[in-house]
């Protein structure tokens, strides 16, 4: 045999042995994390298996089975060639030290079109050390810790039953969205963990938050610059600070935020949000509930030069929990469009 023909035997020796070992690791379009050796720390195997799943032409599924798992910094990123879920069954632990991690997130999606994210699974940040070390609280340029999860130019995709718990900073970040959707999610963390919001927004259109948990210790939903076309439905939050739009004009050239729609929300154990700088249009709180820590249940305030346009509030019924009464609304530079219930007198 010549040497040509042996060279080409080896390559398709270990080409068949590569085929043979991705059909192993997958069956039925599912790649399962175990089958590429992942037993307590997943992260090489979870790359792994996204990796192959992601070049599939057939709608495939990363699945993490039900186990508790230690899970190191990892990016999910596409663009993928055909729609992908990833699966969590299981508990997937975060390194304790926020120094093990380089930029701001623990998992990251990026650039992934028709991505579901599913499982009765939790990503467990671990996050009450890094909440000592915190300066948040008393610095607007504090430390970033790393978040839980981002979505960084997700189109099309689906979050559905899955839990977020104790992040070391907000839990969830949304950048650059468009049509992605939060059902039946859950965000847990004490009232006072710092800085981490539930669910934050911006540069994204399209982004659904339906029937969810959220409980942390900052704004259960923040609404960044550039957000258009938000719908929060059936969302129970508390404790934390409420559902902000807000916090905006800290940098140059931010986006306008429009189309921020709330209905049918229980709020309760919460804070006021904070005050904001661009312009805001379009927004409609409907039938929210609740309770309040501070006697300001509701509170719309934006900026004397950019005034906030088309805010209509209807149905809020929130009742303030403290000895300090009674309740009251507060609007700076916005005259809302108020019908039904206002529970507290103002605006």
Request: glycine residues 10%; charged residues 20%; neutral net charge.
């Amino acid at each position: 045999m010549g040497l040509k023909a042996v060279s080409s035997a080896i390559i398709s020796f270990s080409l068949l042995l590569w085929l043979a070992s991705t059909a192993k690791a997958q069956s039925n379009g599912v790649f399962d994390v175990t089958k590429y050796g992942g037993k307590e720390d997943i992260t090489e195997a979870l790359t792994n298996a996204w990796k192959d799943a992601c070049a599939s032409t057939n709608p495939s599924k990363v699945l993490i089975p039900s186990g508790t798992y230690s899970l190191r910094q990892v990016t999910l990123a596409g663009p993928c060639k055909a729609a992908i879920e990833l699966q969590v069954d299981g508990i997937l632990k975060a390194p304790v030290d926020p120094d093990q991690f380089s930029g701001g997130h623990w998992v990251d999606f990026s650039h992934v079109d028709q991505l579901t994210l599913s499982g009765s699974g939790t990503f467990d940040g671990q996050g009450n050390v890094a909440w000592s070390k915190s300066t948040c609280s008393k610095d607007k340029n504090c430390e970033g810790f790393p978040m839980n999860i981002r979505f960084d130019f997700v189109t099309n995709g689906l979050v559905r039953d899955i839990t977020t718990r104790d992040s070391k900073n907000f839990h969830v970040n949304v950048l650059g969205c468009k049509n992605l959707t939060f059902q039946h999610f859950t965000v847990s963390a004490p009232a006072e963990s710092i800085n981490t919001d539930g669910i934050h927004i911006g540069r994204s259109t399209g982004i659904y938050i339906i029937d969810t948990n959220i409980g942390t210790g900052d704004d259960c939903i923040s609404v960044g610059d550039g957000t258009e076309e938000l719908h929060v439905t059936g969302v129970t939050c508390g404790p934390g600070h409420g559902i902000s739009v807000g916090s905006l004009g800290r940098y140059p050239d931010e986006k306008p935020v429009s189309g921020i729609f709330v209905k049918n929300c229980t709020i309760s154990n919460t804070a006021n949000g904070a005050p904001s700088k661009v312009k805001i249009s379009d927004v409609s709180f409907k039938n929210i509930r609740g309770t309040s820590a501070t006697p300001v249940v509701v509170k719309l305030a934006c900026s004397s030069g950019i005034p906030c346009d088309k805010v209509e509030l209807a149905d809020i019924n929130l009742a303030y929990s403290g000895s300090e009464g009674p309740a009251k609304s507060q609007c700076s530079n916005v005259k809302p469009v108020i019908s039904g219930i206002m529970s507290a007198s103002g605006c």
